[in-house]
């Protein structure tokens, strides 16, 4: 079904999959499969993320340089580990925006202004990881050194006031805290939301996320500050596209509102026409 045209602002490079056998699929495949199902929605262009341990931004930017008019390198950043240099070696490689998660101290930390401040001059949005973080029955060592406080959607306001021509787009609606992220979107011009992760919650009740997520988003007046993002394999993407045009379509966004959402918005922040 080709829905409506987006531009998708959440997608990692594919990391190991497994088919239903449980053979590994080869990453050729994973990427093709990835690519087709995004076009065949409707996707015009996709942001793509080179996280990874280590990083894949080689990868990522030979797909960009392959299909510049469809892939957006987003390149991952990881706070407190790398160089504010990192910023325009990423900015040379082709990489259009940053992305960034687990930082080892907290996103609003000073030490990162050096970071946020090369990303505002070469003008290359940022991804924020925000909320909840995912974490494998079993995992977890000192060495791992997450947090998932130091991620929280407050943490963006003094980035956003303190860099304003750099755009912050955060994820997941910082949830499950959404009232948070919304209310900082409201009066930072410079800061939008993606709600993947919450928009198609599996292990909880989706009824009550959702409603949690528009008395936020509707309490605070922001529906026209969100941006489409999925953060899911190729086959749960559509159920993503049809779970945001239903929220959407709850908050009264007409089709002019929604095409902001699912293309507009990212447009205006990468310079797309
Ligand atoms: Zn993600």
Redesign the pocket.
Known sequence: MAYRRFIDA?V?YPQTAFDPTGSQIPLERQLDDLLNMERSLGCQRLCL?S?GNPPVHDAVAQLVKEQPDFVIGFGYIRLGTDEPSIVDELGDMGFRGL?T?RPLDNYDSKAYYPIYERAEARNMPILF?TGQLFRAPGSGSRAEDVSTARMMPWMLDPIARAFPKLTLIG??LGSPSFAEAAWVARWNENVYWDL??PITIRYGNRKIVHEMMYNAVAGAGITHKLVF?S?VTPPEIPDVVTAYDAFLDRLDADSLDKDQVFYGNMARILGIE
């Open positions: 959440h990692h993320l996280t992305k998660i990881h994820a997941h993947s992760g993002g953060d």
